[in-house]
RNA sequence: AGGACCAUAGCUCAGUUGGUUAGAGCGCCACGUUGACAUCGUGGAGGUCGGCGGUUCAAAUCCGCCUGGUCCUACCA
């Protein structure tokens, strides 16, 4: 083995070997384990995120295999339908000059489909990056042939069923995109607008109490005046009791429009008076429905401002007794310009009262960044009402429970209060809509032309055509668990692995997703999608700052891997910024963090850092320091790994009939491997991968380096030690290196593998040229081989040889100077772990000498140290400094007598012996007595210094 | 406006049902290249657990209020 470990030259190679074995699908065998991947974009490339989701799914399905399951980890991508056709208009516009209407909508989708055989498999293969053990076999996509099919008929179902519907409503409108998004892709933003109060003529010469002859009604968006339908007052209102009924003249337009008694005006706001403008707003579409408004739609699907408007009921259907004449000034304006025009007209009428200026939130859309405007349009819904119900209902019952459990309120709050889901959007690239018009505007849903035409009977000469809107992303997305597994079939795979164990996924898509695939689980396979839902937190920077390609602080986990070189990592956050002029900013940032650019630090290190940092449901701060930390952690792996092979390649471990002896310290460190194993499993099975990966740490680095690896040195280079002790360690050594390699495997795929490859042979659990720590029983726990008194005796040698380092640094003694030390003042159980671990005391703390002294009296003048009751003696008359050890030893009482103090206090309070349950009572006496010992040897150390 | 979560060492974080001398890693200081490892070893400094009040024999831990932060939902006609 190399003397430091090198990730990139372990860590593809492992991958291609695992792959081509075929350790990713599953067994067959044992308890069915699935988990299904939130499937990435297409598009996409890894980010912190999916690195950390990746991690925490790989990190449960090795364990689970290891433990016996039967495990799927199904991959697959998703066509993400918005995202992957900017990306390909983007290309055709710079690669052709060309716009997708220029290809027609057969050829772009052709181009996508090119585009995705080219470039699809970017972030799959960044996932093999990061280790990440998935059925490739059984990849899929979201609109493979299978796939389709599922959608087509979940939507025919449903259509049946009459819970998809389709009607014209308002919904949220991305005028970039021409298309519908839904109120989840709708992203509010903060800032400082105007809010303009116009006046509104009374018609019929009506005036108020007051005695005006207008109403002040207030907007942000002054164009939607063009489409109002009415004026509503709060019917508690005294000040407008006696207009309800009566009419304003809309300014500008000149048409009529009632004033109505709505409880949505509020009396306290503004003048009291709202304008109603039904087919722009959705509560004023709410009181257009209560009040039977009509609907004028004013505006393109661009949101420019129409010729001539289209006035509709609430229905949707048209209302041709509307006039839907426009003023000429305004028609195909953009709605900012024609809002400037009509404040302006406004102003010039005498009908503008005021300019405000407030802060206010508006919504944008957060794939083209446009103010999104609620617009009418024909839509296809889903009606959740009868699915939301037992998908509550399953979450309560516990039939699905939320890690960590608070998201579950989160869960609830949403269910209960869901709007019928829009599901069509007016996009290429998608699962198009199963449904076909015939010239009359019939509707015919089936799952082709084909059977529509020969379910409803049409004539083979009736022309149809198919419906141009594709569906929700999703909408698919909500059939993952199920699709993924051969629905509609009856499969075996799906008899087996569904529901799923585990989603493991960002509380951010709860309601984008896991809700969604809650309901139409629920209602096409009848049960639920999966029996946990693991939520995790967001990756942030160091500074707890969200990572954005604009504020230039993204981190590529890819690079945390192989690292990069400065330069390359400026140009990489600089080079293609939406505002150029932060590029400066940001480099300069980038230069301060990174003056070196990133080191290497190999997939291990990344995933358990993520591991480390994963505690429950909360956003991670990503902690350079801390990838650095385990990086050197897995260098000590390694080195710890090339000492037990160095010693035990070539030599008896005690595989074969050959007595073999085992000394306290290999006692000791495997009772303790079991307890490590025994924590390890439970946090596992708790999803606390924090404290999993903490165990391990510590173990292996202060517990196995430390001092097994110490503590073997003595018995292995002693030439005087006898065979069968010799054989014991080394059987020890390799036996619990072997089961800390099969415990670090979920968490540390490759350095694992890559070590036990060497080791197993030694430990006899290698099974020949294609066995692999994939596959090796997950270590169990065995409380028979936990044993207490090794643990007491390793303690003791552990305090005695601590108490001389200590005696070392405070008598500034070289660390390598042999030392004489003696041990008084305790048991004969002391003296007899002298007597036993002699060999010990003298490699681990440097003593020549290690002697017990009957008569504490014969003592000479010596640093002191307690370990228990005993006493540990360096003499050392020549050496002590009298005013240091004297101040030193001042300090140190003082500190006794502070702690004597709180407890006497705490034992002189009556109450508290009164009331306090009695074991602690005990043990606040038995540290007291502790205390006083330490104090009454500091003292008497003192005393005799001074006489000095 | 309503709700959720968070606040522990310079930094990133643990801290089970209240009882610890409040922990870890990184960073910092001192010493050290002994035959696995300087990506290391040994020792050390550093915290009135955001503030105030309450419950209790006992509060980092439970309750209330306040401050600061993050996020979600709603509203802004």
Redesign the pocket.
Known sequence: MD???QPEQIESRWYERWEADGHFAPSGEGAPYSIMIPPPNVTGSLHMGHAFQDTIMDTLIRWRRMQGHNTLWQVGTDHAGIATQMLVERKIAAEEGKTRFDLGREAFIDKVWEWKHESGGHITRQLRRMGASVDWSRERFTMDDGFYKAVQEVFVRLHQEKLIYRGKRLVNWDPTLHTAIS??EVE?RDQQGS?WHFRYPLADGMTTDAGLDHLV?????PETLLGDTGV?VNPEDPRYASLVGKFVELPLVGRRIPIVADE???M???S?C???TPAH????YEVGRRQDLPLINVFSQSAAILTRAEAFDIQGRPLPDIDPSLPEAYAGLDRFEARKRIVADMEAAGLLEQIET????LPYGDRSGDVIEPLLTDQWFVAVESLAKPAIEAVEKGDIQFVPK?YE??YFA?MRDLQDWCISRQLWWGHRIPAWYDENGNVYVARSEAEARQKHDLSADLALTQDEDVLDTWFSSGLWTFGTLGWPEQTEELATFHPSSVLVTGFDII?FWVARMIMLTGKFMGEVPFRQVYVHGLVRD???Q?MSKSKGNVLDPIDLIDGIDLESLVEKRTGSLMQPQKAKAIAKATRDEFPEGIEPHGTDALRFTFLS?A??G????F?M??L??Y??F???LW??S??VL?NAEGEDTGLGEDPVELSLADRWIVSRLQQTEAQVTKALEEFRF??AS?ALY?FV??EY??WY??LS?PVL?DEAASAESKRGTRRTLVRVLEAILRLAHPMMPFISEEIWQRVAPLAGTWQGERDSLMVQPWPESDSTLVDESATRDIEWLKGVI?AV??I???MNI???KPLEALLTKGSQEDARRLEANRPFLAKLAKLERAEWLDDPEQAPLSATQLVGEMEVLVPMADLIDKEAELARLAKEIDKQDK?IGGIEKKLG?E??VA???EP?VE?ERG?LA?FQASRRLLVEQRDKIAAL
């Open positions: 003397k430091t470990y109120d989840l509010n809010f009604v207030a907007t942000t968006r509503a949505h005006a509020d306290d706001k503004g009291g709202v304008k109603i707003d959705f509560n004023d407030i802060s206010n939130t608070n309120n989160m949403w309601f160091g500074q707890g969200k940092q505690t429950t909360r956003d991670i701060k902690d320091g801390r650095d930390g990086r050197n897995c260098n000590k080195n710890a090339r000492y160095i924090d404290h903490q510590e680095w202060n380096c430390d690896l110490e040195k280079w601590i380092r200590n070392r640094a405070e070289a660390p390598g702690l309070n109450s508290f009331k306090a349950p602690v043990k540290k502790d």
